[in-house]
């Protein structure tokens, strides 16, 4: 049967909200993620932009004067030129902005628990209907003055800009902006203070419309590496891991959906040279072998979140109906150092006491761990605390190791472990896992389970 366009909008919309709660609510710490999920339906680009435009106004209407609060703030300026944006300011413009426009000046006054945060535009242009346009060119000239007219009318007593030497996402306001605005303002400018608390909350905190979604995203992507990851992709002794990079690359434009990073695909295999995380770029295509054990780093962008995922596939044999099973110990030994992660996750630990526990427990379990996990949302690589890099496993130095895990942030949970095969002749393999989780204040959620077991091409009834 063939529905008018807008019957059928609305039940795709209920289908998705419908299917997103199911998700998210049967996922747990342990869940196993399915082994060939199906492919969620995707929003067309006008639902995408109402979607987007609707929970952009439900976290400027909560989130900031909370943020504010926090942090003891009256006032947050944000300054952008067109195509030189501050990352905070491209995230609250609207679905049909795809970039500021001339130069775009954001003001937020908290005026009370009574009154509320008042949101205004120092532009040309109003920002849709979220930020009522404060400066009427023709009537006065100079836009900076506006600005210096609004601080010294409203009076507050502290005035936050996005500058940090520590998170690069927090710090978008440009040198010349900031001279700009200083020159402007002149002895208001004692009222500037640097907070990089207010961008970081901004941009990592997440909301419950967008958690009500987040699994259907990352069931998009599982979805698409379970479609790469088998015999409908792969020939082996034909296809090459750079054929698969960019049938990746492809399958994302096809369903019109966005990547942040170029996809990894990578080989592991018997009798190979040692595998470093560091020269896997340097792969430049290997061909998929029976015997082969595959790695990809995958992630998409929709509806302005990101996912990011790692997983493992063996290639069978010629009458081999399973992995090896010193390959199967190894990625279960990840999945050991992912629990010996989520372990920590409280609220108020910092990002290097997590990594130190974490190492600590996997030690003494004899495991061989990396762990280089990070925030996740509005970007891939998120604002929020670091745990570990993957070249450094020690205390993070400056403010990214101190900086204090906060309720409601999603995460790409990162690491791996490294064992010897027995049936490779105890050749040492990486196991390198990562898995989008949510952590609530209480608990961590896989946001559509985790890879518990390898995934057989072909694969086996």
């Not at 009574?114 to 120092?122: C, L, N």
């Not at 049936?423 to 949510?438: P, S």
Request: charged share 25%.
């Amino acid at each position: 049967m063939s529905f008018p366009t807008h019957i059928r909008k609305t039940l795709h919309r209920l289908t998705l909200a419908v299917s997103c709660v199911a998700a998210f609510t049967t996922a747990s710490v342990h869940s196993q993620e399915l082994t060939d999920p199906g492919m969620p339906q995707i929003l067309d680009l006008d639902d995408r932009a109402a979607t987007v435009d609707r929970w952009l106004k439900g976290r400027l209407d909560t989130l900031v004067p909370a943020l504010m609060r926090r942090e003891g703030v009256d006032m947050w300026i944000l300054v952008a030129g067109e195509y030189d944006e501050d990352p905070v300011v491209k995230t609250m413009l609207p679905a049909t902005w795809l970039a500021a426009r001339r130069t775009t000046i954001m003001i937020f006054h908290d005026r009370g628990e009574d009154e509320g945060v008042e949101r205004m535009a120092v532009a040309r242009y109003p920002v849709a209907d979220l930020f009522p346009s404060a400066w009427n060119p023709e009537e006065q000239g100079d836009q900076w003055e506006r600005v210096a007219e609004i601080i010294r009318e409203r009076n507050p007593s502290k005035v936050a800009i996005n500058t940090s030497e520590d998170f690069p996402l927090a710090d978008g306001l440009s040198a010349g902006m900031r001279r700009k605005l200083e020159r402007a303002l002149g002895p208001l400018s004692d009222k500037l203070v640097e907070n990089h608390n207010l961008a970081i909350g901004w941009l990592e905190t997440r909301t419950s419309a967008e958690m009500a979604a987040y699994p259907q995203l990352v069931r998009i992507a599982h979805a698409i590496i379970a479609e790469m990851f088998s015999e409908a992709t792969i020939t082996p002794g034909i296809t090459t891991t750079e054929d698969l990079r960019w049938h990746l690359r492809q399958q994302v434009s096809d369903l019109g959906l966005d990547t942040w990073f170029h996809p990894s695909v990578h080989v592991q295999r018997a009798s190979q040279s040692a595998f470093s995380i560091a020269n896997m770029s340097l792969d430049e295509g290997d061909v998929v072998m029976p015997g082969d054990f595959l790695h990809v780093d995958f992630g998409i962008t929709y509806l302005r979140l990101n996912t990011d995922t790692q997983h493992h596939a063996y290639v069978l044999r010629p009458g081999e109906t399973e992995a090896p099973k010193g390959l199967r110990d190894g990625l279960a030994a990840a999945n050991k150092v992912q629990d010996a992660l989520l372990a920590t996750f409280k609220t108020g630990q910092s990002g290097n006491e997590m990594l130190a526990a974490t190492r600590k427990t996997i030690e003494a379990q004899g495991i061989k761990g990396t762990i280089y996990t990070h925030p996740l949302g509005l970007h891939g690589h998120g604002a929020g605390p670091g745990i570990g890099m993957w070249d450094n496993q020690g205390p993070m130095k400056g403010a990214r190791g101190a900086y204090p895990l906060w309720p409601n942030t999603a995460w790409s949970i990162e690491l791996n472990a490294e064992a010897a095969v027995p049936e490779w002749d105890g050749q040492l393999v990486r196991f390198m896992t990562e898995e989008d989780a949510f952590f609530d204040g209480k608990t961590v959620r896989y946001l559509d389970g985790r890879q518990t077991e390898i995934t057989l091409i072909p694969r086996q009834q």
